[in-house]
């Protein structure tokens, strides 16, 4: 069933959630307005609306996020001082790209905003794919 999800992070770096998406192959399309989802609510008790968010706001956003190959986007909303990200994994193509529940794209994420803090006091790190996902090393 299609539903429209919040993906659990908040995002008060956009400029990491951009580099995120260089890492992962994925194109950021800063004031895009819409993003494409399936379009109507399917079993909305089942699947119920994230917070703040009305049905009248599905599909629309500040920003969006396109995945190669993957018909549907996520849409980069602008609430309280923070981003949230909202995407409709019935696309089972963009869903595979971000990981479960977004995991690949939060873990992404939160390496570009462990690599610009690092930078910005001059630390040394390294970077190395590991089995259960990215290890970062900072050098003192």
């Known amino acids: 069933m299609s539903h429209v999800s919040h993906i659990q992070l908040k995002i008060f770096d956009l400029s990491a959630i951009k580099r995120a998406c260089t890492r992962m ?6 004031n895009q307005k819409t993003y494409e989802w399936y379009g109507s609510l399917v ?10 968010i009305t049905q009248d706001q599905l599909g629309q956003c500040d920003h969006a996020i396109k995945i190669p190959d993957a018909r549907y986007e996520i849409g980069v909303l602008k609430r309280n001082g923070s981003y949230m990200l909202l995407c409709d994994y ?12 977004g995991g690949l794209l939060k873990q992404a994420y939160g390496v570009e905003v462990i690599r610009e803090a690092a930078r910005k ?3 040394t790190y390294t970077e190395k794919q ?6 970062i090393t900072i050098t003192l």
């Open 25 to 30: 192959g994925f194109q950021f399309v800063e």
């Open 130 to 135: 590991v089995n259960s996902g990215i290890e």
């Open 121 to 123: 006091k001059r630390f």
């Open 43 to 52: 079993e909305p008790d089942k699947y119920p609306l994230p917070d703040g």
């Open 90 to 101: 019935w696309d089972t193509k963009l869903k595979r790209a971000i990981g479960e529940n």
